[in-house]
């Protein structure tokens, strides 16, 4: 035993007096007088470590009673369930050269001896002469497994993966940190040829059939070769008649979390009786495609086969490209059913208002949508149908850059166990997030549950919109904070889609960006932007909704020399929007884009909501005025051959308010 600072041996504990650096000695149980127990409650009942580890977890309990089961599910036993669940998993791996699908077993193969979840499928096995290696293979598969067996997952198996100080498991998607537009494909057959939007401005660049077959192989004989899959049976659209069922086939914790979150999640019960999936993604984003395949152009394709239902991902691990992926089927699945589908927010005042937030990414559809005073119905992707709205998730995405807690603080404390972080920095050893680091990339992004937003608004549904806003982020700062439109001009302006941000940060960007993207949204839309802008303009005409057009973006000039509008007014003209207090104030018209503007809104400055007061140089403000009608009047060229509408009345008015110089 050491001695003290004075030299001394320190006495026994329970002795008494003072010990080692002044502290007070540990006094000892009196009853335990001559025995060292260090505590009294009874020894565990335990033989081994082994057998203490079997104590910790027990089985999850069955959702359906064995006995004394009710309705049309009472005949099938839980073995029979099962058995015919791991038979659907098998066949949407089947590789379609092989006659069955692989031998598919339940749980993770590296915990078989702990797991009690190991199932055999019982499969015919049909003796073959040619067998191949794979089919001697069993495919684990990981089947919708909860946040926290995911986090493990993720941590013990995937680099890049880290709990972070509030609790979110931090991830890394990889080479792309991005959407990858360019490398999508749809299937061009016998009813795509007629029904989808094809050549100059679609994003549907086609494939044949032949082709999504040699992918959708490669991509389920990569999923066969690895030692687990990971599959999310879930919901898409909380309307309960039009609920469309995915599967979802990943090779990645990171991925199943991400659409755990993002998806409807199924009850216990909606899971036992999910039965067939109306549409399966393939995800082998670890995997490329292969260049020398028709219709490839890069290492990576995003492949949608509508007659298959089936959605093929090659050479690409950001997640949103799955949350997009089936936002692009519902957008052909809805319109079909006369509903309209929208990339858009929505929330709902506590009178039952709702507002839909148009706009393109990072114009603010998230961060406007989530408002402390009203009802979270959605944060992306709605449907518009006879009986009011509803959302077509069951969690946000939202964008991560600079976030502050100060700001937006139902996203940051959104951010806790069960988010996933996507591609943040963060520190190595208090694992706190720096959300203003851009190291990996500015599109930093946080995926969580709708519920975690405090104010959600469970089921997703809401009533008919009274408002329609189109966001738009004009770094070239000439588009008032605020203008109420026409329906005329809520169609050309939903038609155009514009928003224009700045390239990136680096210094001598001076010039901004333009993009017109048609129903803000043309990468995710299937049929022509007509169809969706006449649906639009048929249902706000009907339930009487006002468009009003936002600008998020720039303020006293350009990019570079003005700045951008403050989050804090933006949020005090859309409150005035939402109270119905815009809709009585006295409007001007500007000039060129014959936009309404108010005079007031309580809370903002008067002379901000006239972007010409903001600009010292008023020669510069029209040049550049211009040059922005002229880049709408460029775009709005593709459109003008296209009819909207029953009559060309409404055509001819949309045609009539765009700019005019
Ligand atoms: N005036 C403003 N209005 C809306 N967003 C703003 C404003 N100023 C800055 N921002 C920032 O812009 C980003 C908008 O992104 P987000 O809401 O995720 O867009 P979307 O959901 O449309 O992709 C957020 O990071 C937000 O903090
Ligand atoms: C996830 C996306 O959407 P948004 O930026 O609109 O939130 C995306 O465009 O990839
Ligand atoms: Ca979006
Ligand atoms: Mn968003």
Same mark, same amino acid.
């Given at each position: 035993?050491?001695?003290?600072?004075?030299?001394?041996?320190?006495?026994?504990?329970?002795?008494?007096?003072?010990?080692?650096?002044?502290?007070?000695?540990?006094?000892?149980?009196?009853?335990?007088?001559?025995?060292?127990?260090?505590?009294?409650?009874?020894?565990?009942?335990?033989?081994?470590?082994?057998?203490?580890?079997?104590?910790?977890?027990?089985?999850?309990?069955?959702?359906?009673?064995?006995?004394?089961?009710?309705?049309?599910?009472?005949?099938?036993?839980?073995?029979?369930?099962?058995?015919?669940?791991?038979?659907?998993?098998?066949?949407?791996?089947?590789?379609?050269?092989?006659?069955?699908?692989?031998?598919?077993?339940?749980?993770?193969?590296?915990?078989?001896?702990?797991?009690?979840?190991?199932?055999?499928?019982?499969?015919?096995?049909?003796?073959?002469?040619?067998?191949?290696?794979?089919?001697?293979?069993?495919?684990?598969?990981?089947?919708?497994?909860?946040?926290?067996?995911?986090?493990?997952?993720?941590?013990?198996?995937?680099?890049?993966?880290?709990?972070?100080?509030?609790?979110?498991?931090?991830?890394?998607?990889?080479?792309?940190?991005?959407?990858?537009?360019?490398?999508?494909?749809?299937?061009?057959?016998?009813?795509?040829?007629?029904?989808?939007?094809?050549?100059?401005?679609?994003?549907?660049?086609?494939?044949?059939?032949?082709?999504?077959?040699?992918?959708?192989?490669?991509?389920?004989?990569?999923?066969?070769?690895?030692?687990?899959?990971?599959?999310?049976?879930?919901?898409?659209?909380?309307?309960?008649?039009?609920?469309?069922?995915?599967?979802?086939?990943?090779?990645?914790?990171?991925?199943?979390?991400?659409?755990?979150?993002?998806?409807?999640?199924?009850?216990?019960?909606?899971?036992?009786?999910?039965?067939?999936?109306?549409?399966?993604?393939?995800?082998?984003?670890?995997?490329?495609?292969?260049?020398?395949?028709?219709?490839?152009?890069?290492?990576?394709?995003?492949?949608?086969?509508?007659?298959?239902?089936?959605?093929?991902?090659?050479?690409?691990?950001?997640?949103?490209?799955?949350?997009?992926?089936?936002?692009?089927?519902?957008?052909?699945?809805?319109?079909?059913?006369?509903?309209?589908?929208?990339?858009?927010?929505?929330?709902?005042?506590?009178?039952?208002?709702?507002?839909?937030?148009?706009?393109?990414?990072?114009?603010?559809?998230?961060?406007?949508?989530?408002?402390?005073?009203?009802?979270?119905?959605?944060?992306?992707?709605?449907?518009?149908?006879?009986?009011?709205?509803?959302?077509?998730?069951?969690?946000?995405?939202?964008?991560?850059?600079?976030?502050?807690?100060?700001?937006?603080?139902?996203?940051?404390?959104?951010?806790?166990?069960?988010?996933?972080?996507?591609?943040?920095?963060?520190?190595?050893?208090?694992?706190?997030?720096?959300?203003?680091?851009?190291?990996?990339?500015?599109?930093?992004?946080?995926?969580?549950?709708?519920?975690?937003?405090?104010?959600?608004?469970?089921?997703?549904?809401?009533?008919?919109?009274?408002?329609?806003?189109?966001?738009?982020?004009?770094?070239?700062?000439?588009?008032?904070?605020?203008?109420? @439109?026409? =329906? *005329?001009?809520?169609?050309?302006?939903?038609?155009? #889609?514009?928003? $224009?941000?700045?390239? %990136?940060?680096? &210094?001598?960007?001076?010039?901004?960006?333009?993009?017109?993207?048609?129903?803000?949204?043309?990468?995710?839309?299937?049929?022509?932007?007509?169809?969706?802008?006449?649906?639009?303009?048929?249902?706000?005409?009907?339930?009487?909704?006002?468009?009003?057009?936002?600008?998020?973006?720039?303020?006293?000039?350009?990019?570079?020399?003005?700045?951008?509008?403050?989050?804090?007014?933006?949020?005090?003209?859309?409150?005035?929007?939402?109270?119905?207090?815009?809709?009585?104030?006295?409007?001007?018209?500007?000039?060129?884009?014959?936009?309404?503007?108010?005079?007031?809104?309580?809370?903002?400055?008067?002379?901000?909501?006239?972007?010409?007061?903001?600009?010292?140089?008023?020669?510069?403000?029209?040049?550049?005025? @211009?040059? =922005? *009608?002229?880049?709408?009047?460029?775009?709005?060229? #593709?459109?003008? $051959?296209?009819?909207? %509408?029953?009559? &060309?009345?409404?055509?001819?008015?949309?045609?009539?308010?765009?700019?005019?110089?």
């Amino acid at each position: 035993m050491a001695a003290n600072g004075n030299g001394r041996v320190p006495t026994a504990p329970g002795a008494g007096g003072v010990g080692r650096n002044g502290l007070a000695k540990i006094q000892t149980n009196k009853k335990a007088e001559g025995v060292c127990h260090d505590d009294s409650t009874p020894p565990v009942k335990a033989q081994t470590i082994d057998e203490l580890h079997s104590l910790q977890m027990k089985k999850s309990a069955p959702t359906t009673p064995i006995d004394g089961m009710k309705g049309p599910f009472a005949a099938f036993s839980e073995d029979e369930r099962s058995k015919q669940q791991l038979q659907s998993i098998s066949a949407s791996l089947a590789s379609l050269t092989r006659e069955t699908g692989p031998k598919v077993v339940k749980g993770d193969p590296a915990r078989q001896s702990e797991t009690p979840r190991v199932s055999h499928v019982s499969h015919e096995i049909t003796p073959t002469i040619s067998v191949s290696d794979s089919s001697l293979k069993f495919t684990h598969v990981l089947y919708n497994l909860s946040p926290a067996e995911l986090y493990e997952q993720a941590i013990k198996y995937e680099k890049g993966s880290f709990i972070t100080s509030s609790g979110a498991l931090a991830t890394l998607s990889g080479a792309k940190t991005g959407r990858s537009p360019k490398d999508k494909r749809v299937v061009r057959d016998k009813t795509t040829e007629d029904d989808l939007w094809w050549g100059k401005g679609s994003p549907n660049i086609e494939m044949d059939e032949h082709t999504f077959m040699v992918n959708r192989e490669r991509a389920v004989d990569y999923l066969n070769s690895l030692d687990k899959v990971f599959i999310n049976d879930q919901f898409l659209n909380w309307d309960p008649e039009n609920r469309i069922k995915v599967r979802i086939v990943s090779a990645r914790a990171y991925h199943s979390l991400f659409m755990h979150n993002m998806c409807i999640r199924p009850t216990p019960e909606e899971l036992e009786n999910f039965g067939t999936p109306d549409f399966t993604i393939y995800n082998a984003g670890q995997f490329p495609c292969n260049r020398y395949t028709h219709y490839m152009t890069s290492s990576t394709s995003i492949d949608l086969n509508l007659a298959r239902r089936e959605m093929v991902i090659l050479g690409t691990q950001y997640a949103g490209e799955m949350k997009k992926g089936l936002f692009s089927v519902m957008h052909y699945l809805m319109p079909k059913r006369q509903i309209l589908s929208l990339h858009s927010g929505c929330n709902m005042g506590k009178d039952g208002d709702v507002a839909l937030f148009f706009g393109l990414s990072g114009t603010g559809k998230t961060t406007l949508s989530t408002d402390h005073n009203r009802y979270l119905i959605g944060d992306d992707e709605h449907c518009w149908g006879d009986n009011g709205v509803s959302n077509i998730e069951g969690g946000c995405y939202a964008k991560c850059i600079d976030l502050s807690r100060e700001k937006e603080p139902d996203i940051w404390n959104a951010i806790k166990f069960g988010t996933v972080l996507e591609n943040v920095v963060f520190d190595e050893h208090t694992r706190e997030v720096d959300y203003s680091d851009k190291s990996v990339t500015e599109n930093t992004r946080a995926a969580y549950p709708i519920e975690y937003i405090p104010n959600a608004k469970i089921p997703c549904v809401g009533p008919h919109p009274k408002n329609v806003i189109l966001l738009a982020c004009d770094a070239f700062g000439v588009l008032p904070p605020v203008s109420k @439109l026409s =329906l *005329a001009q809520t169609m050309y302006h939903f038609i155009s #889609g514009y928003t $224009a941000l700045v390239a %990136g940060t680096e &210094d001598g960007i001076k010039e901004p960006q333009a993009t017109f993207s048609a129903c803000f949204g043309a990468a995710f839309i299937m049929m022509h932007p007509t169809k969706y802008a006449a649906m639009l303009a048929a249902k706000m005409e009907q339930h009487g909704a006002t468009g009003w057009l936002v600008n998020t973006g720039w303020s006293g000039g350009r990019y570079g020399s003005g700045s951008r509008i403050k989050l804090a007014y933006t949020r005090k003209i859309i409150d005035a929007i939402h109270s119905g207090s815009l809709l009585k104030a006295n409007y001007k018209k500007t000039e060129v884009f014959g936009l309404q503007i108010p005079t007031e809104v309580e809370g903002v400055p008067s002379e901000i909501l006239e972007p010409m007061n903001t600009w010292s140089d008023k020669k510069a403000y029209k040049e550049t005025l @211009l040059k =922005l *009608a002229g880049l709408f009047k460029t775009n709005f060229q #593709g459109f003008v $051959a296209h009819k909207i %509408g029953k009559d &060309d009345k409404l055509t001819d008015e949309i045609l009539a308010a765009g700019p005019v110089f």
